[in-house]
């Protein structure tokens, strides 16, 4: 399977510094800001700053470094915004979207990390 990344996508954009963003948290080779239209009290996207299109993209051609760094990053944004459970905070959902079915509205890989208030079910059974 080949990725088809788009480099003029919007988080391509904000991580050249052409759109602003409310940042939360940057490292080496993530991103975490605030997401525009929040589901939730807490909604933060996270991206590498690689042109990945998805998580499997991600998982498969990202360095160990880049891989590393995202999952602390995202655990840094939890501790950060409070929403860790092992801290005191009330639990967060982490959703990544991936293709058409999964309604990707971005083709840049991201993380949503989104708490702050009881989320009911993630999908409901049909």
Do not use: W
């Amino acid at each position: 399977m080949s990725y088809n990344y788009d480099d003029n996508n919007i988080f391509a954009k904000i991580l050249r510094g052409e759109i602003p963003n409310k940042t939360v948290l940057e490292t080496d080779y993530s991103l975490a800001f605030e997401d525009i239209s929040p589901a939730a009290p807490v909604h933060i996207l996270v991206i590498p700053k690689g042109p990945y299109v998805s998580h499997d993209h991600f998982a498969i051609e990202a360095s160990d470094e880049e891989v590393l760094d995202y999952t602390r990053a995202i655990g840094e944004v939890c501790k950060i915004t409070g929403v860790q459970p092992s801290s005191g905070g009330s639990g967060f959902r982490s959703i990544a979207n991936a293709g058409q079915d999964a309604i990707q509205e971005v083709p840049h890989f991201h993380t949503h990390i989104i708490g702050g208030r009881n989320l009911g079910r993630m999908i409901s059974p049909n």
